[in-house]
């Protein structure tokens, strides 16, 4: 396997899209905003994700940041990058909302990221930690999939893996479990091998809907429809100016209606049907196609 190489970490199942866990944030803590004690009680409604058993203020509150992934993994023969605040191949703008407030690690009475998953969060990062800013996105699926860390030596086919595990995150009392996942990672995204099937079936059934059409033409083809409006109708013609009658008719190819009078011959308008009399000849009053 060539770097580099994902270190995917999976609970299932895990519901993230409840309604009191998705709003149970305040966005502007973790963009180093100062609120209020009135907007933190508004978001953070339980107390417990508000205050510490010892009484300090959680910072960030809320459901999602006092619920964090905190297991530690460590492949032995092979180092990983576990904490990149910046990765260069997921979305920068995510991170750089994250910021720290102007008196990170100065406030007292305050219980910070760091002080409740040191083995998870480095103090320097705080919540631009890429796995707490990986966290707080929550998922809309049954599991929570994200990213842990990334390898960045090559895996020989073959090669043996040790991996240590301080599993400190509980799944026992909800029922589900945890995996570790290895993959491969394109400028497409990880390796998907369902994806992959799906695109091959749908291309299949596009060539099996083009081959029936192509069969379809050349057995009984459709037949080519007549040309609408290919020539005035008669009663139309009749409508027509005497006078530019004859080159219309000889640019149509139809024929003069029978009782048509030549050019410059006396025609009577109440002869045609429709069309109220505008005098005795065609001098008097000219007749045209409404």
């Avoid at 899209?17 to 180093?32: A, D, P």
């Avoid at 092979?78 to 995510?94: I, Q, R």
């Avoid at 192509?214 to 007549?226: E, F, S, V």
């Amino acid at each position: 396997m060539a770097p580099p190489i994902v270190v995917t970490y999976e609970i299932t199942p895990f519901y993230q899209n409840f309604y009191s866990y998705q709003t149970s944030v305040l966005f502007e803590q973790l963009e180093g905003k100062e609120v209020s004690q009135y907007e933190i009680e508004s978001a953070c409604k339980q107390e417990p994700t508000r205050l510490t058993a010892s009484g300090e203020h959680i910072y960030p509150c809320g459901l999602i940041a006092t619920s964090m992934f905190n297991d530690t993994v460590e492949f032995v023969q092979a180092p990983m990058n576990d904490d990149d605040p910046l990765p260069t191949f997921d979305w920068p703008w995510d991170y750089e909302r994250f910021q720290n407030p102007t008196d990170y690690e100065t406030r007292a009475n305050t219980s910070w990221l760091y002080d409740r998953y040191p083995t998870v969060i480095s103090k320097p990062l705080g919540v631009k930690s890429r796995r707490f800013v990986d966290w707080v996105f929550p998922s809309f699926f049954n599991h929570v999939r994200n990213t842990y860390g990334y390898i960045d030596t090559p895996l020989s086919k073959g090669q043996t893996l040790t991996l240590r595990i301080n599993a400190n995150f509980p799944v026992e009392s909800i029922g589900a479990e945890k995996r570790i996942i290895i993959s491969t990672r394109t400028g497409l995204g990880g390796r998907h091998n369902m994806l992959a099937y799906v695109l091959l079936a749908s291309a299949f059934a596009c060539l099996l809907m083009v081959c029936s059409i192509a069969a379809i033409q050349a057995c009984c083809p459709r037949r080519t429809g007549r040309a609408r409006f290919a020539m005035l109708a008669p009663s139309v013609t009749q409508m027509l100016d005497l006078d530019e009658a004859p080159e219309v008719l000889a640019q149509t190819g139809n024929q003069p209606p029978q009782g048509a009078a030549s050019p410059g011959a006396p025609a009577r308008a109440a002869g045609l049907p429709g069309v109220p009399a505008f005098g005795a000849t065609a001098s008097e009053g000219t007749i045209r196609a409404l």
